[in-house]
């Protein structure tokens, strides 16, 4: 299923003109002016000086265009969107292990992992060459990673490390990526204080070993490329809680008074967040945060806009015949198809969203600590994309956690209907002497 994925996308990419969303194509720009040995233009150190959090995956850009290179490949565009393709099966790879790990019914397991399989494969967003498939595979890794338990020490210590690395390098791909290791701290700390386990301190310190190993790096990596340019997510962060904090109707921003009025100064951006939530009053704020909810999980905008595009790209062919001219018409607004395509995937959006309702009888029963960490990491990311930005892309790298759960509840439905059925079957076998 995982090379269907990977074909379907691969054709996709190659022959229905997909375009860039705006972020990824100032750092395409970046990346080809690195790769190519030409300066950077200002107007994209500009962006990126804002935008820190895309420097390093403008670094990852460089690197898939130079392996192109080197396998004799110009065309630099394409290059990305086939390590788009690839970056997503490997989280789709994961994420299979992970449902295999954590679920006794491999049939519901297989299920959960099929539905992830076809999201993913059909997603427009996760298609196209930006942090949302790029960071896949490594929340996926970091959670695989946590809720692994190897019983010898060097095994657990490499393990302890390798969450580290892999969460800190999908940190900076993309700031959610940081809601997995807050739940892992979390509940590693819970266990902690209950259990009195010391060998969790020497779990941590090894992680961070890791965080800061994997941070070294990274910043090395940005400074390969020889832009004046740093990480600074932490303060991104404050600039987003402000975009968050003004936000209008239904948590969609209007980009322009936003532009104009942002200061791009954390501390002020921040104080200017705090501000308009206290203006708003408890109540207002309240009203405020349904409707970014109602945005994230009930009005998912699929597929691309050709009218948004034509500023860079000239309008797709609707008229294309054979397997082209079908996915044009199918993920292109205006297309033949695209009705239809978007009332299957807001149908399976929906249900992805609705399935961890099952699993909040059996979950808050468990004692399984790895069951209660996805959990939190999914109420972490609704937490995450209503403080911010309230788009619902944000929680597409967290879509297997919303399916594990789901999945989870499904199972202990399935367990409750046949421990009744047992009940009854062993009940008439039984005999009441006189």
């Known amino acids: 299923m995982t090379l269907v994925v990977f074909l379907l996308q691969f054709y996709t990419v190659d022959r229905i003109y997909l375009y860039f969303q705006t972020d990824a194509m100032w750092m395409h720009i970046a990346a ?15 962006y990126l000086a804002i935008h820190s959090q895309n420097v390093f995956l403008t670094f990852v850009f460089t690197v898939v265009m130079r392996i192109a290179l080197f396998f004799g490949v110009s065309n630099n565009y394409f290059p990305l969107l086939v390590g788009q393709s690839v970056f997503v099966c490997a989280g789709l790879i994961l994420a299979g292990i992970l449902f295999e790990k954590l679920l006794k019914d491999k049939l519901i397991a297989f299920f959960a992992w099929l539905v992830f399989a076809v999201y993913v494969g059909l997603s427009t967003t996760l ?28 095994m657990r210590y490499l393990r302890s490390f390798f969450l580290g690395f892999v969460g ?12 997995v290791l807050v739940a892992c701290f979390l509940w590693d700390f819970i266990a902690f204080v209950r259990d009195k386990d010391k060998a969790l301190l020497f779990d941590w310190l090894v992680i961070l070993l ?6 070294v790096i990274a910043d090395l990596c940005i400074r390969s490329m020889g832009m004046n340019l740093s990480f600074r997510e932490p303060l991104t962060l404050f600039h987003y809680f402000y975009m968050g904090a003004n936000e209008g109707t239904l948590g969609m921003v209007n980009h322009e008074d936003w532009l104009f009025s942002i200061t791009y100064d954390a501390k002020a951006d921040f104080v200017e967040g705090v501000k308009r939530i206290l203006n708003m009053g408890l109540f207002g704020y309240i009203d405020f945060l349904s409707e970014k909810f109602a945005l994230v999980f009930t009005m ?28 044009i018409n199918l993920f292109y607004v205006g297309g033949a198809h695209h009705a239809e395509y978007f009332e299957w995937m807001k149908s399976l959006w929906s249900i992805v969203m609705l399935l961890p309702l099952f699993s909040l009888p059996v979950l808050f029963r468990s004692r399984r600590k790895e069951e209660l960490f996805l959990m939190t990491a999914a109420i972490g990311i609704i937490l995450f994309v209503l403080l911010f930005e309230a788009n619902f892309r944000y929680v597409f790298s967290y879509v297997f956690v919303f399916l594990f759960l789901g999945a989870r509840g499904l199972e202990g439905v399935a367990d409750l209907i046949f421990a009744k059925r ?9 005999t009441i002497p006189a």
């Not at 000239?314 to 001219?325: F, I, L, R």
């Open 32 to 46: 080809g002016s690195i790769v190519a040995g030409n300066p950077v233009a200002q107007n994209v150190l500009d």
């Open 168 to 179: 800190v390098i999908g940190f900076r791909i993309k700031a959610q990526a940081a809601v």
């Open 210 to 215: 890791g965080l800061g190993i994997g941070s």
């Open 127 to 154: 298609t196209l060459p930006y942090t949302d498939g790029y960071s896949l595979p490594f929340i996926t890794g970091a959670a695989l990673l946590y809720v692994m338990k190897p019983k010898k020490r060097t």
């Open 422 to 430: 047992k009940e009854k079957t062993l009940g008439k076998l039984v």
């Open 300 to 327: 998912p905008d699929f597929g691309f806009d050709s009218a948004w595009y034509t500023t860079y790209h000239p309008v797709p062919p609707y008229d294309a015949v054979g397997w082209e001219g079908f996915f």
